[in-house]
């Protein structure tokens, strides 16, 4: 007769229990040293932030409660609202435009069969490993009533469209977003060529016997297969939009007047040059909910539509 099993086999002894929950916490062990430095170099300062939103403070003196003042200021104070409104405007320039062109682009690059494809690339996506501060003085200089983009318009004989460029309160915000826009497209055009690396052939075989042009075999193969990625794209350049600080810094200070101004400059300037600690802490965080909601939502559309 066959002997009868352990009693800590059949009923979940203490052994059983002990091995469970060790496989239980050992993936929390794993992430504990991540989690940590996230925690003390993120969700702390996080944390903070919305702490000093809720007192009026100028860095040095006593704090005085003022609960969600500082928020509702930023509703009263036309400077502000104008502040988030060129951020929202700037998702124009960094985001939506270039994935457009990147898009195109990157579906030319791929169809056409580049030899120097990989050069390319390279070239493109210059941009992204050139420092900020490198760019916005480049273009500055560019930008500036005697730089290269109005030498080139008096060489063709429209001097009536040459102006200071970054001193016009029409032109300045446009010119600072494709500035933007040249930025993020060598992004977006590299992400898409990746993702359209991976298209079977196959698909673009069965388009064409079903007589689809190239534009709608853009359409119906190619975007469809690379909404990943586009949506990776849309979520970087997006980001990067809203939180957009060098650039403005050092090529229009927020001027002429206040027509560049976004809230990471009004951060700093509120924070270091009028002493405004609570107030530019407030901003901070409304900036922070405003850049979360927004990729939240782009990220659920992309759900949706797959």
């Avoid at 090529?251 to 700093?268: F, I, M």
């Avoid at 609570?278 to 965080?285: H, K, L, M, N």
């Amino acid at each position: 007769m066959p002997a009868s099993p352990k009693a800590s086999d059949t009923t979940g002894g203490p052994g059983t229990r002990s091995a469970r929950h060790g496989r239980t916490i050992t993936p929390y062990l794993f992430i504990a040293p991540a989690l940590a430095v996230y925690a003390a170099f993120m969700l702390y300062p996080l944390a903070r932030s919305v702490h000093l939103s809720l007192f009026e403070w100028d860095g040095l003196s006593l704090a005085t409660f003022v609960g969600v003042g500082n928020y509702t200021d930023i509703l009263a104070d036309e400077r502000l609202r104008a502040a988030f409104g060129h951020a929202l405007a700037f998702i124009f320039f960094y985001a939506l435009l270039p994935c457009g062109i990147g898009l195109v682009l990157a579906a030319v690059l791929t169809r056409a069969k580049v030899r120097a494809l990989p050069l390319f690339r390279v070239l493109v996506f210059l941009p992204q490993v050139i420092a900020m501060v490198v760019v916005s003085v480049a273009w500055k200089q560019i930008y500036a009533p005697d730089g290269l983009l109005n030498s080139g318009l008096r060489s063709i004989g429209l001097d009536a469209l040459t102006r200071s460029w970054l001193g016009d309160y029409a032109f300045a915000l446009p010119a600072v977003g494709l500035v933007g826009s040249w930025v993020s497209t060598g992004l977006v055009t590299v992400l898409l060529l990746a993702g359209m690396a991976k298209i079977p052939t196959e698909l673009f075989e069965a388009a064409r016997l079903d007589g689809a042009g190239a534009i709608r075999e853009f359409f119906a193969v190619i975007v469809p297969a690379v909404r990943a990625e586009v949506t990776v794209a849309l979520t970087l350049t997006i980001v990067a939009s809203l939180k957009t600080f060098d650039l403005i810094y050092m090529t229009t200070s927020g001027g002429p007047g206040s027509s560049t101004t976004v809230p990471s400059y009004e951060v700093y300037r509120r924070a270091f040059e009028t002493g405004q600690v609570g107030s530019a802490a407030a901003i901070g965080v409304t900036l922070t909910v405003i850049i979360f909601l927004i990729t939240l939502a782009v990220n659920r559309i992309s759900e949706r539509g797959a």
